[in-house]
């Protein structure tokens, strides 16, 4: 498996693997945004998922193109001192469980580690909470009805590591 940073030819495998993953997926047009951001990584690569990178699909279920996750986060400044935001993480369904996740958020909190990150989850994410404790992110407060089905939010923190 191969993390690096996104180009816009794997923005349609990652707008896939976005709307097979959440109930409420950004819009192709925000992971656009982010091109060029240290902070925009995927992972290919490595599984079942292959794809060309000409966009042809391959063998398995073709979700991302050969993309088989991606990770959006950036730092923002926040009362003087940049903040880390995770804002986005995903793997592709039939690639979850080989960790692709726990790779790319390792990944990207090298990229963040002079700051604090912070992020929100579903509440009842238990595989990500998992995945976010093991980095050492604690609960810092709820966000009632954040999410557009009504859910609660998590807000998570992590301390900067410098």
Do not use: E, F, I, M
């Given at each position: 498996m191969t993390v690096r940073e996104a180009t816009r030819a794997d923005l349609l495998g990652v707008f896939r693997i976005e709307k097979a993953s959440f109930p409420q997926p950004w819009?192709?047009?925000?992971f656009e945004r982010f091109l060029g951001e240290p902070g925009f990584l995927v992972a290919t690569g490595g599984g079942a998922a292959t794809a060309g990178t000409d966009g042809t699909e391959g063998t398995g279920s073709?979700?991302?193109d050969g993309i088989a996750g991606y990770v959006v986060a950036d730092a923002t400044p926040n009362h003087g001192?940049?903040?880390?935001?995770?804002?986005?993480l995903a793997v592709a369904p039939d690639r979850r469980g080989a960790g692709i996740g726990a790779t790319l958020l390792e990944r990207v909190l090298a990229t963040l580690a002079?700051?604090?990150?912070?992020?929100e989850v579903r509440a009842d994410n238990e595989p990500?909470?998992?995945?976010y404790r093991r980095f050492g992110f604690t609960v810092r407060n709820t966000v009632p009805g954040?999410?557009?089905d009504g859910e609660d939010a998590l807000v998570m923190v992590r301390d900067a590591t410098e």
């Open positions: 819009p192709y047009r925000a073709g979700a991302g001192r940049p903040l880390g935001h995770l804002k986005d002079a700051h604090a990150v912070k992020l990500a909470l998992a995945l954040y999410y557009v």
